[in-house]
């Protein structure tokens, strides 16, 4: 079946670690995006990537960093620059340029908490 | 002003009962609009997409009205199983961006 799967489900970080969240499609979807959830709150996008080797910073890119090497994934590191970092992270990737009629395929998260 | 806004709720309704929620957006430009349904803990998933005319899918019908920059979610004979959080999302016009609304929650009471 096609999807998107992220890893770990629960990852635990140390203050001034760096993590690196995957995220991996088999949906031939063109882009990708990583999304953060705080308790409460809507999600806000970090980044996005519409094609490979290339992304954009979203709206609170500060403290994360993308790679786009392949189409099917697209990992989020997660800094030490990152000062408020413990939340949900979700990664969506979508099927269409231009347009996007089909909205997102969400993967199932990785929730980040700082010990 | 944020791209799109709802009513958080939270909305709690017997089973039976018809809910309605409306979410509007500032971009009159946007093109595409979805509903999504989110269980606690877990990620969003479609719902349905929103389309000019209305729309229905069973007991759930959505509608947008372009003129006041709003959409709409009907949910008719409600069941246990509808609680949740539904989640309003319009693109941007540049690309595939999409911006979500922080959602209302809805528990269905028995």
């Known amino acids: 079946d096609g999807g998107i799967t992220q890893s770990p489900k629960y990852l635990f970080r140390k203050e001034g670690q760096n993590v690196t969240l995957s995220c991996e499609q088999n949906l031939n979807h063109d882009a990708m995006y990583w999304y953060r959830q705080d308790p409460g709150q809507g999600l806000r996008l970090i980044y996005y990537s519409q094609i490979v080797n290339d992304f954009q910073k979203g709206d609170i890119a500060e403290g994360y960093s993308v790679s786009r090497e392949k189409k099917e994934s697209f990992p989020l590191t997660v800094t030490s620059a990152q000062k408020n970092p413990t939340a949900f992270y979700l990664c969506a990737s979508s099927i269409a340029r231009g347009t996007a009629r089909y909205g997102y395929t969400f993967g199932s998260g990785t929730r980040l908490t700082v010990v | 002003r944020k791209e799109v806004e709802q009513d958080p709720g939270p909305f709690n309704v017997p089973e039976g009962a018809t809910v309605a929620f409306n979410c509007t957006y500032s971009n009159s430009a946007s093109q595409s609009f979805f509903w999504y349904r989110q269980d606690c803990r877990k990620e969003p998933k479609l719902l349905m997409s929103?389309?000019?005319s209305g729309n229905e899918d069973g007991r759930f019908t959505a509608q947008l009205n372009r003129a006041s920059q709003y959409i709409s979610l009907l949910i008719r004979d409600s069941k246990l199983s509808d609680s949740a959080t539904y989640l309003c999302?319009?693109?941007?016009?540049?690309?595939?961006?999409?911006?979500f609304g922080t959602g209302t929650s809805l528990t269905v009471i028995p």
């Open positions: 999302v319009v693109n941007a016009n540049t690309g595939n961006q999409f911006y």
């Open positions: 929103v389309y000019s």
